[in-house]
């Protein structure tokens, strides 16, 4: 079994065959998928996000304002936010948040305190938090290291892309880091390096979809069945069988968001 432990199937690029793609993942062996709402907080996207889980017992929920949009991130946006949450036992994650230092679609230093202001708000609802960091590692680091630090929750450094001592570091705080299709990509090297050096008991895959679509598929919309093809290299990088790759993302997915975060329902 295979875990897509971040993809993005509820937004207008699977409008016309959504049902289609969630029957291909089930039928590739990936028998769950963290669905990551993401948008303008007033638009209604984490609204939707949770609805989409709510009808599907295999998919899970994640919500959190992006970096991108932290410049609209306010006290109503955390009061819709934190309600949603709380009345549903679908969202398991808070997230996706961080730094994004590529395209800077919000100002740094608010991306900086919305980040913060994220990390006190998961904290407090006790729940693992899902980060983006693009060339921002430093900061997102120390920020975690601020805000996180003693927690029983941590998280999962979603799609990596940063350095291994960012990788090492985050691991020592409790996190978890997760691989998307561009480990598979020809010109990937230097980040199949930094896969095949982290311990497999702190590794998750996912789509990112519908970005990222891994070889062989590359230039087609990506989908949660694909994240089999990131399996793959991450087995072959580690030596070791495609099932027992599955087999440990999975436990891993479970140990960081089901085992914990579900508990809140029970």
């Known amino acids: 079994m295979f875990i897509d432990s971040h993809c993005h199937i509820d937004g207008p690029e699977y409008d016309p065959d959504r049902e289609e793609v969630i029957a291909r993942a089930l039928d590739a062996g990936v028998t769950t998928m963290l669905n990551v709402g993401t948008g303008d907080p007033n638009s209604g996207a984490f609204e939707r996000a949770v609805a989409f889980a709510e009808q599907h017992k295999d998919i ?3 919500i959190g304002v992006h970096p991108h949009d932290a410049k609209l991130f306010d006290d109503a946006a955390e009061t819709r936010l934190t309600d ?10 808070w997230g996706e948040i961080g730094l ?3 395209y800077d679609h919000s100002p740094r230093e608010s ?6 202001r994220q990390l006190r708000i998961a904290r407090a609802l006790d729940l693992p938090v899902v980060i983006h960091s693009r060339e921002a590692d430093d900061d997102t680091i120390n920020i975690l290291c601020d805000e996180l630090s003693g927690s029983r929750r941590a998280g999962v450094l979603h799609c990596f892309g940063g350095s291994l001592q960012m990788a090492r570091d985050a691991i020592d705080l409790g996190f978890y880091v997760s691989f998307a299709g561009n480990l598979t990509f020809k010109k990937a090297a230097d980040l199949r ?5 982290l311990p497999l008991d702190r590794l998750l895959v996912e789509t990112d979809c519908p970005y990222l679509t891994p070889v062989p598929y590359r230039g087609k919309r990506n989908e949660p069945a694909r994240v089999v093809e990131t ?5 072959a990088l580690h030596g070791k069988d495609l099932d027992e790759i599955g087999r440990i993302t999975s436990e891993n997915f479970e140990q960081l968001f089901v085992a914990t975060s579900l508990c809140r329902a029970l």
Do not use: S
């Open 100 to 102: 994004d230092y590529h």
């Open 84 to 93: 949603v949450v709380k009345q549903t036992n679908r969202v398991i994650a």
């Open 60 to 62: 899970y929920a994640a």
């Open 111 to 116: 991306q900086r305190e919305v980040f913060r």
């Open 193 to 197: 390096d930094i896969a095949r050096q």
């Open 231 to 235: 399996a793959k290299c991450l087995a």
